[in-house]
C-alpha cells in the first residue's frame, strides 16, 4: 500500500497540477499493492490511471493552444532579463524553521502590502541572500515568484556587464525601468560580480560607478516588485550595500535532519524501507543540498535501470560518494 511519502507526493502533484508525476507515483502504489497480495487493488488502481490519462488527453485535444505567458523582455530588454514562471512552493524547500519564518513573513508582507501601506509602512522586497552555493538561494527566487503568482525575472550579469564607461550603469536604469512597470521577482545571481567592495585591490573606476548607480536605483526604487540578490561570497560585498535591504537571509549546509528531508522528498517514487536514514545522512554531511539531491537522482536511476522501486543503503551511499568526489 501506499508509504506515507508517496501520499504527500501524490498530494503535492495534485495541488501542482502534475498529473505526469502524480500518475507515476499512483502506478508504483500499485506495483506495491500487487507484490503485497493486493492483486484487486492494484489491477482496479491501474485501470483507473488509464482512464483519468485517456480522458486528460481527450481534454487537452479540445482546448486547443496553451496560455502564452504575458511578461517576455523585449527591446533593450534583450539579454538583460530572463523570464518563467516557477512552480516551486516554500512548503519543498527543506529548510531550517528560522529562515522557513523569514520567508512566510516576506510572503504575508507582500500579499498585505495595502493594508500596510494604508499605515504608512513598506512591505519587505528587497532581500539580499546570502551562503555556499547550492543551499535554496536561487530555489528561494522561484519560490515566492510561485507563491505571489508572479514572473521570476533573472539578470543576465554578462549581458548588463561591459567594458565602456556609461554603458553598464545605463543598462541597469533599463533593469530598475522594468522594477517599476512590470511587478515581479528580479533575482541578480552572483551579485558579487556588480557588488564588490569599493576600494578593494581588483576595483577600477568603471565597477565603482556601476556599483555607485546601483545603490542609487535600489535605495529610490519604490516599486511593487521583489528585488532579490544572491552571493556566494558575502565577504566581497560593499559595506554600503547591507543597509539597502530589508532583510539579509543566511543560508548553510544542511543539518542531518535537513539532509533526511531532502533525500526523502527526491526518493519519493521508491521503496527506501530498509535505508538507514541516520547513517546516510551522516555521509552527506558538508554537501549542499543540491548536491545530496543529485545523489539521490542518480541513486533512483540506478535502481529503475536495474528495473526496480527498491533503493538499498549501499546504493545511495555510493552516489553519495560519487557527488562528494565531484564536489571535491
Not at 87 to 105: F, N, S, V, Y
Not at 228 to 241: F, K, M, P
Not at 288 to 300: F, G, N, R
Amino acid at each position: 500500500m501506499a508509504t506515507a511519502d508517496q501520499v504527500k507526493a501524490l498530494i503535492r502533484c495534485h495541488a501542482e497540477g502534475d498529473n505526469t508525476r502524480f500518475y507515476a507515483i499512483a502506478m508504483q502504489v500499485a506495483a506495491q499493492a500487487a507484490r503485497a497480495g493486493h492483486g484487486r487493488f492494484a489491477q482496479e488502481l491501474r485501470e483507473l490511471v488509464d482512464q483519468m490519462k485517456a480522458r486528460g488527453k481527450a481534454l487537452d485535444a479540445g482546448r486547443g493552444p496553451g496560455v502564452v505567458p504575458l511578461a517576455q523582455p523585449r527591446g533593450e530588454l534583450t539579454g538583460l532579463l530572463t523570464v518563467g514562471y516557477p512552480k516551486t512552493r516554500i512548503a519543498d524547500m527543506a529548510l531550517e524553521d528560522p529562515l522557513r519564518t523569514r520567508l512566510e513573513r516576506a510572503l504575508t508582507e507582500q500579499r498585505q502590502r495595502e493594508r500596510l501601506r494604508e499605515h504608512g509602512f513598506s512591505p519587505m522586497r528587497k532581500l539580499l541572500l546570502v551562503g555556499p552555493p547550492g543551499t535554496g538561494k536561487t530555489m528561494t527566487a522561484s519560490a515566492l515568484s510561485a507563491e505571489l503568482g508572479l514572473p521570476l525575472f533573472g539578470i543576465q550579469l554578462h549581458g548588463l556587464i561591459t567594458k565602456y564607461m556609461g554603458e553598464t550603469a545605463s543598462k541597469l536604469r533599463v533593469v530598475f525601468d522594468a522594477v517599476q512597470s512590470t511587478r515581479g521577482v528580479y533575482l541578480f545571481d552572483e551579485f558579487d560580480a556588480l557588488g564588490g567592495e569599493r576600494g578593494s585591490k581588483n576595483d577600477v573606476g568603471e565597477i565603482r560607478r556601476v556599483l555607485n548607480s546601483f545603490l542609487q536605483f535600489l535605495e529610490q526604487d519604490e516599486s511593487n516588485s521583489l528585488v532579490l540578490c544572491a552571493t556566494n561570497h558575502v565577504g566581497l560585498l560593499d559595506r554600503a550595500l547591507f543597509r539597502r535591504f530589508d532583510a539579509v537571509l543566511q543560508y548553510e549546509l544542511p543539518t542531518p535532519d535537513i539532509a533526511t528531508r531532502v533525500m526523502k522528498g527526491r526518493l519519493a517514487l521508491l521503496d527506501t524501507t530498509g535505508i538507514d536514514w541516520e547513517a546516510t545522512s551522516s555521509l552527506a554531511k558538508g554537501l549542499s543540498h543540491a548536491e545530496v539531491a543529485l545523489a539521490c537522482e542518480q541513486a533512483a536511476k540506478n535502481a529503475i535501470l536495474k528495473h526496480s522501486t527498491v533503493l538499498h543503503d549501499s546504493d545511495l551511499a555510493l552516489a553519495i560518494e560519487d557527488r562528494r568526489g565531484t564536489h571535491l
